[in-house]
T-cell receptor
Framework: SQTIHQWPATLVQPVGSPLSLECTVE??????LYWYRQAAGRGLQLLFY??????ISSEVPQNLSASRPQDRQFILSSKKLLLSDSGFYLC?????????????FGDGTRLSIL | TQLLEQSPQFLSIQEGENLTVYCNSS?????LQWYRQEPGEGPVLLVT?????EVKKLKRLTFQFGDARKDSSLHITAAQPGDTGLYLC?????????????FGKGTKLSVKP
C-alpha cells in the first residue's frame, strides 16, 4: 500500500532563517505531488505541484520554493523565512493521471516563525 | 475562476443531532470529493461522487451530488463526538487540471457529548 511521510511534525524558526521541509511517498511510481499551506484550520492554499522529477509549477508567488530531486521526494524550501510564512504545511500525492483522482495527505508540519 | 463555497463555516451541535453541510458552485464539476480533517492531521478522503444525482452512504454519513453537478451535500445522522473535524469538499478544475483540485474553505464541525 501507498504511504506518505512528512517531517518534521512541528518546527519553530526565527525570522530570516532558512527552511527545508521534506515529503516522501512510498508504494507508487510517478505520482503527482503537492504542497499546500493551511491557515487557522481553514481551506487549503495550493503552493506548488509537480508532475515529474524536476517539474515544478508555482501557484502563488512568494518567499518559498519547491524541488523534486527524486520521483517520490518533494521538498519545500526558503532562504529567509518571514513572519507570514507561519502556518500548517501539507504535502499530498495523487496518481499521475488526470481525472477524478483523490489526493492523499501527509500529517502536516506546523511551522511557527518567531 | 471556479470556486467551491461551503456552508455553514462553523457548526456546533449536541451528540445525537442530525446535520447537513453544503458545498456549492456556479460551475459544473465532473466530480466532487469530501474530506475530513482532524486537528493536527492531514485531510482524509471520505467519498467521491461522480454522477449527477448520485447518493452515497458511509455508515451515518450520506453524500449527495446535485443533478446539475454544481453542488453537493453531506448529511450526518445522530452525530457523535468522533465526527468532530473540518469537512472539506474539492473538485477538479475544468481545464488542465493535471490532478489539481479546487478546495472549499471547509465546515468546522464540533459535536459535544
Amino acid at each position: 500500500s501507498q504511504t506518505i511521510h512528512q517531517w518534521p511534525a512541528t518546527l519553530v524558526q526565527p525570522v530570516g532563517s532558512p527552511l527545508s521541509l521534506e515529503c516522501t511517498v512510498e508504494g507508487t511510481s510517478n505520482p503527482n505531488l503537492y504542497w499546500y499551506r493551511q491557515a487557522a484550520g481553514r481551506g487549503l492554499q495550493l503552493l506548488f505541484y509537480s508532475v515529474g522529477i524536476g517539474q515544478i509549477s508555482s501557484e502563488v508567488p512568494q518567499n518559498l520554493s519547491a524541488s523534486r530531486p527524486q520521483d517520490r521526494q518533494f521538498i519545500l524550501s526558503s532562504k529567509k523565512l518571514l513572519l507570514s510564512d507561519s502556518g500548517f504545511y501539507l504535502c499530498a500525492w495523487s496518481p499521475g493521471t488526470e481525472g477524478n483522482q483523490p489526493q492523499h495527505f501527509g500529517d502536516g508540519t506546523r511551522l511557527s516563525i518567531l | 475562476t471556479q470556486l467551491l463555497e461551503q456552508s455553514p463555516q462553523f457548526l456546533s451541535i449536541q451528540e445525537g443531532e442530525n446535520l447537513t453541510v453544503y458545498c456549492n458552485s456556479s460551475s459544473v464539476f465532473s466530480s466532487l470529493q469530501w474530506y475530513r480533517q482532524e486537528p493536527g492531521e492531514g485531510p482524509v478522503l471520505l467519498v467521491t461522487v461522480v454522477t449527477g444525482g448520485e447518493v452515497k452512504k458511509l455508515k451515518r454519513l450520506t453524500f449527495q451530488f446535485g443533478d446539475a453537478r454544481k453542488d453537493s451535500s453531506l448529511h450526518i445522522t445522530a452525530a457523535q463526538p468522533g465526527d468532530t473535524g473540518l469537512y472539506l469538499c474539492a473538485g477538479p478544475p475544468k481545464l488542465g487540471s493535471q490532478g489539481n483540485l479546487i478546495f472549499g474553505k471547509g465546515t468546522k464541525l464540533s459535536v459535544k457529548p
